[in-house]
Nanobody, 126 residues
Framework: QVQLAESGGGSVQAGGSLRLSCTAS????????LGWFRQVPGKEREGVAT???????NYADSVKDRFTISKDNPRVNLHLQMNSLKPEDTATYSC????????????????????WGQGTQVTVSS
């Protein structure tokens, strides 16, 4: 059974950095699409960044030049380096993985992903 588990959330002051990680167990699909999403209570889930098997990356405009998504090969470990954090980055961050072999563009769309982690809280204070 595929399971995704995030780690690395926490509290930081504005301008600080955090690194999130996500470990995918029993995930053997190739090619794949992986992503980070975030959600604030009362708002829709927002795509943050995605990366596919070939390393092609998409970022939300709100995090470009501040966040970096990466993955480890050959294991499916996903990371999100977050720098220059802002209070508006406060959210629960979840990692996600495509279900089945994925050969389509890896877009920032929630509907593309079939596996989700439980989420980790990131709080940025001003």
């Amino acid at each position: 059974q595929v399971q995704l588990a995030e780690s690395g959330g926490g509290s930081v002051q504005a301008g600080g950095s955090l690194r999130l990680s996500c470990t995918a167990s029993a995930y053997t699909y190739r090619p794949f699409c992986l992503g980070w999403f975030r959600q604030v209570p009362g708002k829709e889930r927002e795509g943050v960044a995605t990366i596919d098997s070939d390393g092609r990356i998409n970022y939300a405009d709100s995090v470009k030049d501040r966040f970096t998504i990466s993955k480890d090969n050959p294991r499916v470990n996903l990371h999100l380096q977050m720098n220059s954090l802002k209070p508006e980055d406060t959210a629960t961050y979840s990692c996600a993985a495509s279900r089945g072999a994925w050969s389509f563009p890896c877009e920032l769309r929630e509907a593309l992903f079939g596996y989700w982690g439980q989420g980790t809280q990131v709080t940025v204070s001003s």
